[in-house]
């Protein structure tokens, strides 16, 4: 089982190894790198494919931190560096997204392309969100947040159920379960959940968010290639975003990649593998 030390906890990590260029794939909220499962042994490249879980998530260690997007940033870096992984090509969903996004900012030098599906790509505001996404945020963000999130566990039983066209089988949902047996073990889900920067809170991700953005649109010299989907009203990057991507997000190639939920990886699987293949052989990266 691949684990490795880092800083005072360990990360887990799904591999399979390759030569050449290592490709690393970030999984988001709620899940882990259980959404990468199908995504990996499709993906034709000859290329290290690395999934680790996050800082608390997963079968990752679960240390006594607050789980802010800093503290994920700072186990992710050390990971990096521990495994020595350098000319890496990033691929991101929903969180994993913006993380990978936020190491490239601070690591222009060692990354060769970054992919990303279903992520935060720009700041955000309450009025972005309409019907049943702002009342889950508000409602994550008050007070019932932690009797929904920690003592219901709705968030993670509703994802994989609600968030993709196509419900995850019984065996699926025990591997994303089985990580978050207790109300303590479910605080990285609830952080997350609460992290979304709308309107400029909470402020060091905003802040985090606009830095990362400048790099995106700038960094001419690292392709990107932007993965969309339809068929679901929920969807993060919906046209209009990917508009705004096409228009402000240097080097980017967009593929579509058929109908899905938000947890993308979980009805597109084989889409995702070959789209990132071809982009990746296309860019010589």
């Not at 560096?81 to 190491?103: E, K, N, S, T, Y």
């Not at 999130?149 to 995850?168: H, M, R």
């Not at 690292?222 to 991507?245: G, H, M, N, R, Y």
């Given at each position: 089982?691949?684990?490795?030390?880092?800083?005072?906890?360990?990360?887990?990590?799904?591999?399979?190894?390759?030569?050449?260029?290592?490709?690393?794939?970030?999984?988001?909220?709620?899940?882990?790198?259980?959404?990468?499962?199908?995504?990996?042994?499709?993906?034709?490249?000859?290329?290290?494919?690395?999934?680790?879980?996050?800082?608390?998530?997963?079968?990752?260690?679960?240390?006594?931190?607050?789980?802010?997007?800093?503290?994920?940033?700072?186990?992710?870096?050390?990971?990096?560096?521990?495994?020595?992984?350098?000319?890496?090509?990033?691929?991101?969903?929903?969180?994993g997204g913006a993380l990978a996004f936020d190491w490239a900012a601070g690591h222009p030098d060692r990354v060769r392309g970054v992919a990303?599906?279903?992520?935060?790509?720009?700041?955000?505001?309450?009025?972005?969100?309409?019907?049943?996404?702002?009342?889950?945020?508000?409602?994550?963000?008050?007070?019932?947040?932690?009797?929904?999130?920690?003592?219901?566990?709705?968030?993670?039983?509703?994802?994989?159920?609600?968030?993709?066209?196509?419900?995850?089988?019984?065996?699926?949902?025990?591997?994303?379960?089985?990580?978050?047996?207790?109300?303590?073990?479910?605080?990285?889900?609830?952080?997350?959940?609460?992290?979304?920067?709308?309107?400029?809170?909470?402020?060091?991700?905003?802040?985090?968010?606009?830095?990362?953005?400048?790099?995106?649109?700038?960094?001419?010299?690292?392709?990107?290639?932007?993965?969309?989907?339809?068929?679901?009203?929920?969807?993060?990057?919906?046209?209009?975003?990917?508009?705004?991507?096409?228009?402000?997000?240097?080097?980017?190639?967009?593929?579509?990649?058929?109908?899905?939920?938000?947890?993308?990886?979980?009805?597109?699987?084989?889409?995702?593998?070959?789209?990132?293949?071809?982009?990746?052989?296309?860019?010589?990266?």
């Amino acid at each position: 089982m691949p684990m490795t030390d880092v800083l005072e906890s360990t990360m887990y990590y799904e591999e399979i190894p390759g030569a050449g260029t290592p490709v690393v794939f970030l999984h988001g909220n709620p899940s882990s790198s259980w959404l990468w499962r199908k995504v990996l042994p499709a993906v034709g490249l000859r290329a290290r494919l690395l999934a680790p879980d996050l800082i608390g998530m997963g079968r990752s260690g679960k240390p006594d931190v607050p789980y802010r997007f800093a503290d994920h940033a700072r186990y992710l870096d050390a990971w990096f560096d521990r495994l020595g992984l350098d000319d890496v090509v990033l691929v991101g969903h929903d969180w994993g997204g913006a993380l990978a996004f936020d190491w490239a900012a601070g690591h222009p030098d060692r990354v060769r392309g970054v992919a990303f599906l279903e992520t935060i790509v720009r700041p955000l505001s309450w009025s972005d969100l309409a019907g049943g996404p702002r009342a889950r945020a508000e409602a994550v963000r008050g007070p019932e947040g932690e009797e929904l999130v920690l003592d219901q566990n709705f968030f993670l039983t509703s994802a994989f159920t609600g968030g993709v066209l196509k419900p995850v089988s019984e065996q699926d949902l025990a591997a994303y379960l089985a990580p978050y047996p207790t109300r303590d073990s479910r605080r990285p889900i609830l952080e997350w959940a609460r992290s979304l920067p709308l309107d400029g809170q909470p402020a060091d991700v905003a802040e985090r968010v606009e830095r990362y953005g400048k790099w995106l649109a700038t960094s001419h010299d690292v392709p990107k290639l932007l993965l969309t989907f339809d068929s679901s009203p929920t969807l993060l990057i919906d046209a209009e975003t990917a508009q705004w991507c096409k228009a402000t997000i240097a080097a980017l190639t967009v593929r579509h990649c058929g109908p899905a939920g938000h947890h993308a990886p979980e009805d597109q699987p084989q889409a995702i593998a070959e789209a990132v293949t071809a982009w990746a052989e296309r860019c010589q990266i």
